[in-house]
Nanobody, 124 residues
Framework: EVQLVESGGGLVQAGGSLRLSCAASGFTFDGNVIGWFRQAPGKEREGVSCISSSDGSTFNADSVKGRFTISSDNAKNTVYLQMNSLKPEDTAVYYC?????????????????WGQGTQVTVSS
C-alpha cells in the first residue's frame, strides 16, 4: 500500500519560511516523479512544484518561482518543499503526490497517489 505523509505546515507571518516534507512508504521516489500541489478554499487544486528524480529536473509554478525549492532525498524516500518569502496568497492545504515514470508534470490528474495534506497559513 502506498502512503504519502506530509508534515511541516503551520502558521507563519508574511515573509517567513516553512519547509514541508513528504515521506513515502510502499513507493520508491527514485526513478519517479513527485509533485507538490495546493488548494485554497473555493479554488481548484494547482500545481506548485515537481521533481523528476531520474534526472533531478524540477519545475515550479510562476507564482512561486524564486521563492520555493523542491528537493528529494532518495535514500530517505522523502521530498521537501522549502518555502521562503511566504505571502498570504500562499495560504492553502499543501499536498504531495506521486506518479510512476520519468516525465515531470504538474497536471494533478497524472498523479495516482496523494497524501492527506498539510495546512499552511500565512498571516499578513
Amino acid at each position: 500500500e502506498v502512503q504519502l505523509v506530509e508534515s511541516g505546515g503551520g502558521l507563519v507571518q508574511a515573509g517567513g519560511s516553512l519547509r514541508l516534507s513528504c515521506a513515502a512508504s510502499g513507493f520508491t521516489f527514485d526513478g519517479n516523479v513527485i509533485g507538490w500541489f495546493r488548494q485554497a478554499p473555493g479554488k481548484e487544486r494547482e500545481g506548485v512544484s515537481c521533481i523528476s528524480s531520474s534526472d533531478g529536473s524540477t519545475f515550479n509554478a510562476d507564482s512561486v518561482k524564486g521563492r520555493f525549492t523542491i528537493s528529494s532525498d532518495n535514500a530517505k524516500n522523502t521530498v521537501y518543499l522549502q518555502m521562503n518569502s511566504l505571502k498570504p496568497e500562499d495560504t492553502a492545504v499543501y499536498y504531495c503526490a506521486a506518479r510512476f515514470g520519468h516525465q515531470a508534470t504538474m497536471n494533478p490528474y497524472r498523479f495516482a497517489y496523494w497524501g492527506q495534506g498539510t495546512q499552511v497559513t500565512v498571516s499578513s
